[in-house]
């Protein structure tokens, strides 16, 4: 078989086995169904680049989650949405927000490598969290709802809600913040 459509099927294979799963990773992350099947078929697109420049990849799945999390950070660094954009002030507090600590995808070796530590340290902080401030962590931010959504939803009101979400994030700026000042003393 010539060496194009053996990688032809390989690809073919690597994306049936892990689309429904990657897809529904990045709905995790993204609200829109519509930026999440941008950011999917993205995904897709560099692996076919990776194995048209014979750069196999040896382990798919997880290298496509990695590619996942790095395209689904530049997806909210470009959009910036006000919940997540800079640094500013709730409840008279400077906050520290995702976006302060991430370095740019284009910062090298070095801040890919902070990035996937960053990201694996969230995902450990937002398990540590109790059920209910990591849901509302997780739907606020990583989904977009509204927090009077999820009042409707649940039936929780919006100052509950609020308070767990405030919980949440005293919890992660905590967590990460000894990860976040180790990288700007290197």
């Not at 930026?35 to 897709?44: G, N, P, S, V």
């Not at 997780?138 to 509950?160: D, L, P, R, W």
């Amino acid at each position: 078989m010539p060496k194009t459509a053996e990688q032809d099927r390989r690809i073919s294979e690597i994306v049936q086995r892990e689309q429904a799963r990657l897809r529904r990773f990045i709905r995790r992350s993204v609200a829109d169904a519509g930026d999440a099947e941008d950011i999917l078929q993205d995904i897709f697109y560099e692996l076919v680049q990776a194995y048209r420049m014979m750069r196999p990849v040896e382990q798919a799945g997880a290298w496509l989650y990695h590619v996942a999390r790095n395209r689904i950070v530049d997806f909210f660094r470009k959009k910036r949405p006000q919940t997540m954009g800079g640094r500013g002030e709730q409840d008279g507090n400077d906050f520290l927000l995702l976006e302060d600590l991430l370095p740019s995808p284009d910062a090298g070796p070095d801040g890919e490598y902070f990035r996937t530590i960053l990201f694996e340290e969230l995902d450990a902080a937002i398990e540590e969290l109790p059920a209910s401030q990591r849901e509302v962590f997780i739907a606020h931010e990583m989904e977009g709802k509204s927090f009077q959504e999820m009042a409707e939803e649940t039936g929780v009101s919006v100052n509950t809600l609020l308070s767990r979400k405030r919980y949440a994030v005293l919890h992660l700026r905590e967590r990460l913040r000894g990860l976040y000042d180790d990288f700007l003393s290197r």
